[in-house]
């Protein structure tokens, strides 16, 4: 498995903006999608980004769309959230998560097909 060390969250105000990143040890990533999840308390972790590391596709879950941007640096094994405009309802334990083969876009926002995560960050958005 892959080892993911996220960074980045932190306490910020509504309408500001957060950049999380998520460091991925010593493989190949080629064939990996590289995921970000939330969970809030009390809540289940649920999908907010992917990315499909060797061709930069992207996709986003409703909530965050034209907000979240989510993106890799190759040469350092990276992979970042920017978030902008933040909402308290934003607030969560943001996780990065990483599956090593190629998967279906129709599966891709599911929690179960990610075999390694990152220990978590905490995003708090004040109102």
């Known amino acids: 498995q892959v080892q993911l060390v996220e960074s980045g969250g932190g306490l910020v105000q509504a309408g500001g903006s957060l950049r999380l990143s998520c460091a991925a040890s010593?493989?190949?990533?080629?064939?990996?999608?590289m995921g970000w999840f939330r969970q809030a308390p009390g809540k289940e972790r649920v999908f907010v980004a992917a990315?499909?590391?060797?061709?930069?596709?992207?996709y986003y879950a409703d909530s965050v769309k034209g907000r979240f941007t989510i993106s890799r640096d190759n040469a350092k094994n990276t992979v970042f959230l920017q978030m902008n405009s933040l909402k308290p309802e934003d607030t969560a334990v943001y996780y990065c998560?990483?599956?090593?083969?190629?998967?279906?876009?129709?599966?891709?926002?599911?929690?179960?097909?990610?075999?390694?995560w990152g220990q978590g960050t905490q995003v708090t958005v004040s109102s």
């Open positions: 998560a990483a599956r090593a083969t190629p998967i279906d876009t129709m599966i891709l926002s599911s929690p179960a097909i990610f075999g390694s």
């Open positions: 010593g493989r190949t990533f080629s064939n990996y999608v």
């Open positions: 990315i499909r590391w060797s061709y930069g596709i992207t």
